[in-house]
Every structure is written in C-alpha cells, then in structure tokens.
C-alpha cells in the first residue's frame, strides 16, 4: 500500500456512491413485492453487494497489498460464519422441550407459507 | 546519509531505508520506531482493522440473535418491522452513504493538498453524522409514543399479521423484535456518536494543518471505522424495517 496506489480516481468514488444509493432504493422497493421466501434472500443480496462495494472502494480493500491484513479480513469473515453457521446448526437439530425447541419445522413452514 | 538494506517486517519487498538525522527532522510525524513512513502508515491500518474485527464479533452476536428468533416469530416480527417507519430507515441508509463518500473525498483532499475541501467535507461528513442521529431520534420519539418500547409499557395489541388477514401478532414477541430493534439501533447510534467525536477531533487537527499528502493517517484509519459504522446500517436497514413490507 504505497501513498498514491490507496487514492482512486474521484471517478469511482462517485461511481460507487450513485450505485449504493440505487441498491438502497432498489432493497427499499423490492420488500414491497411479495416473493415469498426469496424477500430475505433479495435483501440479503443487495446488502452484501453494497457492504462488498464500501469496504474495495471507500475502504481501499481493493488495493490492499498487505498480506497480513488479508489474512485479518478473512480471519474475521471465517469467525463470523463459524458464529453464525454453528449457532444455527444447533438451533435447526436441537430437539427438546419448550414452545421452540425446533428450528426446521419452522423454516420448513416459512417456505410452504 | 545512510542508506542500509532490510525488509520491512509489514510489507512484502526488501527496500532501501535511508535514515539520516536530517531526514528525521523533516518528518516529524514518523515515530522512530518504525523503518519508514509506509511502514508506518500500514501498522496504523492494520490495528485499525483487528479493531474492526473485533467489532464484527461483536456486532455478530446480536445479529445472530435477531436470526434465530426471527425464524422462531417470523410472523410476529413481520407485524412489528412493519409499525417502523421505513422511510425513515430509507432516507437514513441515504444520509449514511452520503457521509461515507464525502470522508473518501476528504482523504482525497487532503493527499491533493487542498486543505478548504478538506475542511468542507469533514464538517459536511459530520452534519450527514448529525441528520442520522436527529432522524433517529424522530423514530424513537415514534416507537416511546406508541408504546412500542419494551418495558412495563409496552403495547402490541391488535396488530395485523401482514398476508393474514384476522391474525394478530403474539405481543410477547414482538416485543422481543422491539428489544433486538432498540439494542441493535440504539450501539450503532452510539457507534455514531463515538464517530462524531472522532470527526471532530480530526477536524480540529486538519484546521492546525496537521495533515499534508504524505501524512494524513488519522484520516484514513477515522474513515475506515466511519465507513464499517455505514456498513453496520446497510445490513441492519433490510433487517429490522423491510421483513414483510408488501400489502
């Protein structure tokens, strides 16, 4: 990462910014058509796509020659979806009492709604 | 001057460092324990970054939460995301890109020396700061005037189950919607807050001329938590305000 190699072109900042401003608009008018199940995954699409955007663009990840902070940001999206993957493969196979003791069934219903 | 031959242990290729006592005088901002200022610069960044990671954790937990308990109520939760107003939320999603582009153009600045559009869009990056806060505000003063803060107050009777007609949410639920609502808006707006400050800190130091193109590192590593802070929102925006907003 050298000086000059982290300043984009002011051409890509706008870029970048007129495009995360059409996808929040976009995310905003796509919740009102019913897709069924597919809303979260439209949603969840589009907020990557502009979490992605701001993090190679405005954050300069992009230009990241450092081989060290790509091992942090990896490390941090690895550990993130170990939390979030095992906590909800315990959830969805964990029988028991109580009024939730299963998440499948309740997935299963959301898709069949 | 000397010139000596060692590999910088943050970067990838072996330089020439040349020290000199006079050359030391002129960069007064690079610390003597580091080989050069891109060293420097980059150790910065990284710590910068572990903090952010540290943050993601952070944040991950509540998201995780919200996941769990929003397939366990989905219905309930659809009920009560809808009682947000998402304009709001929408117009906030706005204010927050807006800021993060005018903290990039400030960095542009500074490396152009252009010091007036520096300034300008450091103060402009606080006032977008500002608006999101002041708008809110105007949706917590909502939520405390319907009732919809958890607490001995709250009240969810009667709401629709939006696509079934006749169907009311569960109130207990939706006040566990509410509960994740406040908790999660409520440490990003903190998170805003501790940005602000952060900003205001940076302004004074660009009004002192502390930053010129070859040293504006408090800049860049201040817009690396402002810009993580814009995409906390991005993801919190579609969760908490656009369950199931169709008719």
């Known amino acids: 990462m050298s000086v000059h190699a982290t300043s984009s072109p002011l051409k890509t900042y706008f870029a970048v910014w007129v495009t995360l401003l059409i996808g929040t608009l976009l995310t905003y008018e796509v919740a009102k058509i019913d897709l069924g199940v597919f809303n979260s995954a439209v949603a969840l699409t589009i907020a990557c796509i502009k979490a992605l955007l701001v993090a190679l663009f405005f954050m300069h990840l992009r230009h990241a020659s450092e081989k060290l902070l790509k091992v942090i940001v990896i490390s941090t999206l690895f550990f993130l979806f170990i939390l979030l993957s095992l906590s909800m493969a315990d959830y969805a196979t964990r029988g028991g009492g109580g009024h939730a003791s299963l998440l499948l069934p309740h997935i299963t219903a959301l898709i069949r709604s | 001057m000397r010139v000596t031959k060692r590999r910088c242990p943050l970067s990838d290729s072996t330089t020439a460092v040349q020290t000199s006592v006079h050359e030391d005088v002129h960069r007064p901002e690079l610390l003597h324990h580091f080989a050069n200022p891109e060293q420097q610069r980059d150790s910065a960044s990284l710590g910068m970054w572990i903090f952010l990671a540290t943050e993601v954790m952070f944040f991950g937990g509540l998201f995780c939460a919200y996941l769990i308990y929003r397939i366990w109520y989905y219905a309930d939760f659809a009920a009560a995301s809808k009682s947000i107003n998402a304009a709001l939320g929408g117009t906030n999603t706005a204010v927050l890109i807006c800021s993060s582009l005018t903290v990039v153009l400030a960095i ?140």
Request: glycine content about 8%; some cysteine.
């Open chain 2, 108 to 247: 542009w600045a500074a490396e152009q020396s252009r010091r007036a559009l520096m300034l300008a869009m450091l103060a402009l990056t606080m006032f977008f700061g500002l608006c999101f806060l002041g708008i809110k505000g105007v949706e917590y003063h909502d939520k405390f005037v319907e009732h919809h803060v958890p607490g001995p107050t709250f009240s969810f009777e009667h709401e629709q189950i939006p696509g079934h007609p006749g169907q009311y949410a569960n109130p207990q639920h939706a006040e566990i919607f509410f509960a994740l609502y406040f908790i999660m808006t409520g440490l990003h707006a903190l998170h805003m807050i501790v940005g602000l400050g952060i900003f205001t800190w940076l302004f004074v130091m660009a009004w002192k001329g502390r930053f010129t193109p070859e040293y504006h590192t408090p800049l860049e590593i201040g817009g690396l938590y402002w810009h993580f802070v814009d995409i906390i929102w991005i993801y919190l925006f579609p969760l908490l305000y656009l369950i199931d907003r169709h008719p």
